[in-house]
């Protein structure tokens, strides 16, 4: 069974420096990774995903995430954070084989402070 | 954002009582999904349909069915509901699975006291 492990509940970073939310992803097959972002009372908004080809993904918002094989990763990142990136944040893996659903990770949540 | 609404937004309802939750979508698209989301647990597929009529169970599916009549309504119910039901439910749609992306409304908290 395909298993997403995010291993940080919150990560803090200061308005301006660089931001990374750690992914970890179990799956059989070449596995097809998301990330997605949730504000407060809000559903969930897709920032990007990973499919095949270039293993660095540019998405939303100035983020990107970069897909790593051998260490079945897929970290996302954002070279300056902004206070607005506050949120929730969802990695979700989509396995090669069997039932085409996601499975999410456990979110990490991202405080930026000014 | 998806056209995708989802009603009621909040709901209260009493243990034992048969609660429905509807998602509606205007995209048009294929696929629908229904998550639960619980802290420490992300979301976590409840039912999905892939066709009208055509529906299949996801990891926690015990206590819940479905049912879509239509491209654009996708319901969730709870035959008798629990408070293990307590959450916030969301509705995901994509035009096909797999690499497809899927775009969730934005919820419904159920308490079930």
């Known amino acids: 069974a395909q298993s997403v492990a995010q291993p940080e509940d919150q990560v803090n970073v200061a308005e301006g420096n660089p931001l990374t939310v750690k992914c970890t992803y179990s799956v059989s097959g070449n596995p097809y990774l998301f990330w997605y972002v949730q504000y407060p009372n809000r559903g969930l908004q897709f920032l990007l995903k990973y499919i095949t080809g270039d293993n660095l993904v540019k998405g939303s918002y100035g983020f990107e995430a970069e897909f790593n094989k051998s260490q079945t990763s897929f970290h996302l990142k954002k070279p300056s954070a902004l206070v607005s990136d506050s949120a929730l944040y969802f990695c979700?893996?989509?396995?090669?084989?069997?039932?085409?659903?996601?499975?999410f990770g456990s979110g990490t949540r991202l405080q930026v402070q000014p | 954002d998806a056209g995708i609404t989802q009603s009621p937004r909040h709901k209260v309802t009493e243990t034992g009582t048969p609660v429905t939750l509807r998602c509606h979508q205007t995209e048009n698209h294929r696929y629908m999904y229904w998550y639960r989301q619980d802290p420490g647990h992300g979301l976590r597929l409840i039912h999905y349909s892939y066709g009208v009529k055509d529906t299949d169970k996801g990891e926690v599916s015990d206590g819940y069915s479905v049912s879509r009549s239509k491209t654009e309504d996708f319901l969730l119910t709870l035959e008798s509901a629990t408070s293990s039901q307590t959450s916030v439910y969301f509705c995901?749609?994509?035009?096909?699975?797999?690499?497809?992306?899927?775009?969730f409304g934005p919820g419904t908290r159920l308490t079930v006291l």
């Open positions: 979700a893996v989509i396995p090669g084989t069997g039932r085409r659903a996601l499975t």
């Open positions: 995901a749609i994509s035009e096909e699975s797999g690499t497809d992306t899927q775009y």
